[in-house]
Structure formats: structure tokens, C-alpha cells
């Protein structure tokens, strides 16, 4: 059973700071892995999906890897702000759509 | 614009009573996906469904049911037999299984 931990659990930052967060997994064998950001209250909203024949995808400030021989991915935010703050969580497809997630990190970053 | 319609918001229930989630999409989407939320936790499965008039249990369908009429829309029923209902409900969707989610804005039902 796949299991998929994400440490730290929260994490704060002075603004302008580049950060990264970190996302284990347990079964190599995956077909994605998705990072999403989660506001309070709120749905979750897609930030990269990385294919499990792909290394790393970029979208603006956000940079993720995938290395799938060691169980890890990570989510790289360059010069983080205020309003990067929220929650984001990392979910793991071993089965053709049926993802785990992990708790997530909280972040926090400090104007 | 094409996305997911969750209804209600907010969502009260009386012990005993069976209540039901709405969730709605335009994006042309095989799959959908039923999630619950608890405070600082993970999302876990429910119920999820590849095609329409078929669906499969997930990790935690005890107490739940779902039907698949319309490739749009997937509700959820909450029956009295879940015996901790309250939590966040997120309804998800995806082109295919395997090819990341569009999640909807979350349905928080309480107990009263």
C-alpha cells in the first residue's frame, strides 16, 4: 500500500526567501504525482503534475522534481511572498486515478 | 468557464438523516472522484467512478453511496449509518485515470 509523508508539517519564512518542500513515497511504481496548494476553507487547486517518465516541471516561481528510484519529489518556490501562504499537499497515483495524498505542509511566509 | 460546481457550501444534518452532496462538472471528464477532509489531515477516498452507471468504493465507503447517471454529475449521499459525518467533502474529475485532478470548492457538512 502506497503511503506518502510530507515533512515538515509546517514551515515558516521571511519573505523573498527560496524554500523547498519535500514529499516521500513509499511504491516507486507510479504513473503521476500532483502538487496542489489549498487555501483554508477552500478546494484544491492544481500547481504541477509530473508524469511518471518526466524529472521536474516549471510553472513561473514554481519548480517540481520527481525521482521516482528514491521516493521523492519536491516542490522548489523561489522568492516566496505573503500570499504563497497556504497549505500544499502532494498526491501520488500508483493505480490509474486512485491518488494518496499526504497531510501536507502548511506554510506560512512572513511579510 | 469549464470547472467543478460543488453544492452546498455549508451543510447541516440532523442525526439520523441522509443528506446529499451535489457535484457538477462541464469539463468533458470521464472520471470523478469523492474525498473527505478531516482538520489537518489527508484526503481520503470515497467513491470513485471511471464511466457513467459505473462506480468502485474507495477507502472509506462505509456509510456513503453514490450514483453515476449523467458523465456530469457524481453525488454523494451521506446515510445516518456514518456514524462521524462531519467534514469537509471535496469532489474531484479527471480526463482520464491517470491524469491528474480539477478539484471543485469543498462542501462542509456538519452534525447538529
Known amino acids: 500500500k502506497q503511503e506518502v509523508t510530507q515533512i515538515p508539517a509546517a514551515l515558516s519564512v521571511p519573505e523573498g526567501e527560496n524554500l523547498v518542500l519535500n514529499c516521500s513515497f513509499t511504491d516507486s511504481a507510479i504513473y503521476n504525482l500532483q502538487w496542489f496548494r489549498q487555501d483554508p476553507g477552500k478546494g484544491l487547486t492544481s500547481l504541477l503534475l509530473?508524469?511518471?517518465?518526466?524529472r521536474e516541471q516549471t510553472s513561473g516561481r514554481l519548480n517540481a522534481s520527481l525521482d521516482k528510484s528514491s521516493g521523492r519529489s519536491t516542490l522548489y518556490i523561489a522568492a516566496s511572498q505573503p500570499g504563497d501562504s497556504a497549505t500544499y499537499l502532494c498526491?501520488?497515483?500508483?493505480?490509474?486515478?486512485?491518488?494518496?495524498f499526504g497531510d501536507g505542509t502548511t506554510l506560512t511566509v512572513k511579510p | 468557464d469549464g470547472g467543478i460546481t460543488q453544492s452546498p457550501k455549508y451543510l447541516f444534518r440532523k442525526e439520523g438523516q441522509n443528506v446529499t452532496l451535489s457535484c457538477e462538472q462541464n469539463l468533458n471528464h470521464d472520471a470523478m472522484y469523492w474525498y473527505r477532509q478531516d482538520p489537518g489531515q489527508g484526503l481520503r477516498l470515497i467513491y470513485y467512478?471511471?464511466?457513467?452507471?459505473?462506480?468502485q468504493k474507495g477507502d472509506i465507503a462505509e456509510g456513503y453511496s453514490v450514483s453515476r447517471e449523467k458523465k456530469e454529475s457524481f453525488p454523494l449521499t451521506v446515510t445516518s449509518a456514518q456514524k462521524n459525518p462531519t467534514a469537509f467533502y471535496l469532489c474531484?474529475?479527471?480526463?482520464?485515470?491517470?491524469?491528474?485532478?480539477?478539484f471543485g470548492s469543498g462542501t462542509r457538512l456538519t452534525v447538529v
Open positions: 474531484a474529475s479527471s480526463i482520464w485515470t491517470g491524469e491528474g485532478y480539477t
Open positions: 509530473i508524469q511518471s517518465s518526466q
Open positions: 498526491a501520488v497515483d500508483t493505480n490509474a486515478g486512485k491518488s494518496t
Open positions: 467512478s471511471q464511466i457513467v452507471n459505473d462506480f
